[in-house]
């Protein structure tokens, strides 16, 4: 497809349960970026690649998060013993490169931690 | 720590009047400047950006917003909203382009015939 792909778009699981979270960006792109939507709330970074390796994970909650890019496209958000807390809209974008590059957003995974 | 406010959690406009949504910032440097719109059901889409230059930026959609260093503001303006400008609408503000944004709470806005 032409834009970032989340699958995922929604996602229903029980606390204390393992989720991942993917997301394909658009072909090409070599920056790529995690975000967190809370209710009511605006977009809260959590890490961005830069092809395969993390160049900023400082947004990530604790240690129950981690994302992985392995081969500088697909990546996948995955967290641990979920919580309700963790509920939430999980959006991926991704850009050309980083700086002066406009970023791209999919549509978000819904988590649901019931 | 750099830090985003809009001000103004729900504005109600009517269709045809003009529009103004106020967003300031905190920050060391001069930051990256950003408007984005969500509408539901649908990604976060830029409306404009203001990385350096001409402080009156114009965007998609008929907005502009204008780059006020002396009161930190970078409020988003359409003279004339339409009802499919009914959406919510972020500021965000990064430190060095699209790496790392941080986003406002948003505003949410209502426009009635």
């Known amino acids: 497809g032409a834009g970032v792909s989340q699958t995922p778009s929604n996602k229903v699981t029980e606390k204390g349960k393992y989720v991942e979270l993917r997301c394909d960006p658009i072909?090409?792109?070599?920056?790529l970026y995690w975000y967190r939507q809370s209710l009511g709330q605006g977009p809260e970074f959590l890490i961005y690649?830069?092809?395969?390796?993390?160049?900023?994970d400082s947004g990530l909650p604790n240690d129950r998060f981690f994302a992985v890019r392995p081969e500088g496209s697909v990546s996948t958000l995955k967290i641990q013993r979920t919580e309700r807390g963790d509920s939430a809209v999980y959006l991926c974008a991704s850009s050309q490169s980083t700086g002066n590059t406009e970023a791209f957003f999919g549509q978000g995974t819904r988590l649901t931690v019931v | 720590a750099q830090s985003v406010t809009q001000p103004d959690i729900h504005i109600t406009v009517s269709e045809g009047a003009s529009l103004e949504l106020r967003c300031n910032y905190s920050?060391?440097?001069?930051?990256?400047l950003f408007w984005y719109v969500q509408s539901p059901g649908q990604g976060l889409q830029l409306l404009l950006k203001?990385?350096?230059?001409?402080?009156l930026v114009q965007g998609i959609k008929g907005f502009e917003a204008e780059f006020k260093r002396s009161q930190s503001s970078f409020n988003l303006r359409k003279p004339s909203v339409h009802w499919s400008d009914a959406a919510e609408y972020f500021c965000a503000v990064g430190a060095d382009g699209w790496g790392k944004l941080q986003f406002g709470a948003g505003t949410q806005v209502v426009v009635t015939p």
């Open positions: 203001y990385f350096s230059g001409d402080t």
């Open positions: 690649f830069q092809g395969t390796g993390a160049a900023d």
């Open positions: 072909s090409g792109h070599t920056a």
């Open positions: 920050y060391g440097a001069t930051p990256y």
